[in-house]
Nanobody, 122 residues
Framework: QVQLQESGPGLVKPSQTLSLTCTVSGGPIATNYYYWSWIRQPPGKGLEWIGYITYNDRTYYSPSLKNRTSISTDITKNQFSLQLSSVTPEDTALYYC??????????????WGRGTQVTVSS
């Protein structure tokens, strides 16, 4: 059974880079068909899709975040990672990684991690 687990610092200072890793177990990340996605949910708000990477390293980033976002894979570790630069308190959110069958909407076939809280504060 495929499982995803987010990891990374829970507190990041303004202007620094937020770095999160998603470790995938129970199945290879180097597989066709799926989008390896990052999504976040700010306090009191809905889900915001950040971007995705595919098995062959094709990436897509949300237009509102693309200038600050980078998503990459480490096939040897079966992981994919998110980097978000120049963070502000508005980047405070619960961050999720997910294996999604489409990008942008939740589907029954998706597998999500539990989420990790990231707070941007000095």
């Amino acid at each position: 059974q495929v499982q995803l687990q987010e990891s990374g610092p829970g507190l990041v200072k303004p202007s620094q880079t937020l770095s999160l890793t998603c470790t995938v177990s129970g199945g290879p990340i180097a597989t066709n068909y799926y989008y390896w996605s990052w999504i976040r949910q700010p306090p009191g708000k809905g889900l915001e899709w950040i971007g995705y990477i595919t098995y062959n390293d094709r990436t897509y980033y949300s237009p509102s975040l693309k200038n600050r976002t980078s998503i990459s894979t480490d096939i040897t570790k079966n992981q994919f990672s998110l980097q978000l630069s120049s963070v502000t308190p508005e980047d405070t959110a619960l961050y999720y990684c997910a294996r999604t069958v489409v990008y942008g909407t939740k589907q029954p076939g998706d597998i999500w991690g539990r989420g990790t809280q990231v707070t941007v504060s000095s």
